[in-house]
């Protein structure tokens, strides 16, 4: 305890901006421990009982410390300990984009799997923030320019850009954080026309099991005529019952 006694004293713990942090957040043993970085300490207190959604000056709760500075460990050791979505006044998505790209995709990844954020709702499907999670969205806008797939200037939604890019990490992601898989912005096609557009037999499958339209127009057709020709009229039946079994929108990664 003598650590995290030392951690809360003005101008210990680390870099200018922790200092910052420490200065104005932390006035308890378990802020003070995560700002200066220590797991240990973190973890020990946390088995001794200490509360992990407990909050303190201006509403900021450990969870939105950890993820503020990017410390995945103690993401995961508060979550395990039952933490959830403390200091609601803020926004997580903001708080997400904020992070160096190195920390955000493993972070971020915790936390949707966790349910932390909400990326079902409509603002977050079309939120730039989440679009940054895995890769930075002026970039990626480029590319699919330079593909011929969207105009420098169009807004995508996360799973869209995912599905175009063939991200599979991030759209396996998204579906498991129980986003829609028909989500899409007025401009573009939802998701599962541009996989089909790009033959892409997985993801396909994966959109069409978490309980994605099939009752859309498709070059002429139908969508589900397209997925059938695709994967076969036989995959396609044992994917349209299985999600029956599980639900619309259910997730094939849970």
């Known amino acids: 305890m003598a650590v995290v006694r030392r951690l809360q004293r003005p101008g210990v713990g680390g870099p200018r901006g922790v200092r910052g942090l420490?200065?104005?957040?932390?006035?308890?043993?378990?802020?003070?421990?995560?700002?200066?970085?220590?797991a240990d300490?973190?973890?020990?207190?946390?088995?001794?009982?200490?509360?992990?959604?407990?909050?303190?000056?201006?509403g900021r709760s450990p969870l939105l410390l950890a993820t503020r500075l990017g410390r995945e460990e103690m993401v995961d050791l508060l979550l395990e300990a039952g933490a959830n979505n403390g200091?609601?006044?803020?926004?997580?998505?903001?708080?997400?984009?904020?992070?160096?790209?190195?920390?955000?995709?493993?972070v971020v990844t915790r936390l949707m799997e966790a349910k932390v954020i909400d990326f079902s709702s409509p603002k977050s499907s079309n939120d730039r923030g989440i679009a940054l999670v895995f890769r930075?969205?002026?970039?990626?806008?480029?590319?699919?320019?330079r593909e011929g797939m969207a105009g420098r200037r169009q807004r995508l939604t996360p799973l869209v850009s995912a599905v175009l890019l063939g991200r599979t990490e991030c759209w396996r992601g998204l579906l498991l954080?129980?986003?829609?898989?028909?989500?899409?912005?007025?401009?573009?096609a939802p998701p599962i026309v541009g996989a089909l557009r790009l033959g892409e037999g997985e993801t396909v499958r994966a959109l069409v099991e978490a309980g994605c339209a099939l009752d859309g127009e498709?070059?002429?057709?139908?969508?589900?005529?397209?997925?059938?020709?695709?994967?076969?009229?036989?995959?396609?039946?044992?994917?349209?019952?299985?999600?029956?079994?599980?639900?619309?929108?259910?997730?094939?990664?849970?």
């Open 22 to 38: 420490l200065s104005t957040e932390v006035d308890t043993p378990l802020t003070a421990a995560i700002v200066g970085g220590h």
């Open 41 to 58: 300490i973190v973890r020990r207190l946390l088995e001794q009982g200490a509360d992990p959604d407990v909050t303190r000056v201006r």
């Open 87 to 106: 200091g609601k006044g803020y926004d997580w998505r903001l708080v997400v984009s904020g992070l160096s790209l190195g920390h955000r995709r493993k």
């Open 136 to 145: 930075d969205e002026a970039a990626l806008l480029v590319e699919l320019a």
């Open 177 to 188: 954080a129980g986003v829609d898989p028909d989500s899409h912005g007025t401009r573009e």
């Open 218 to 254: 498709l070059d002429g057709g139908t969508v589900r005529d397209a997925v059938g020709e695709l994967l076969g009229g036989g995959e396609l039946a044992d994917l349209v019952a299985r999600r029956r079994e599980g639900g619309r929108g259910g997730s094939p990664f849970r």
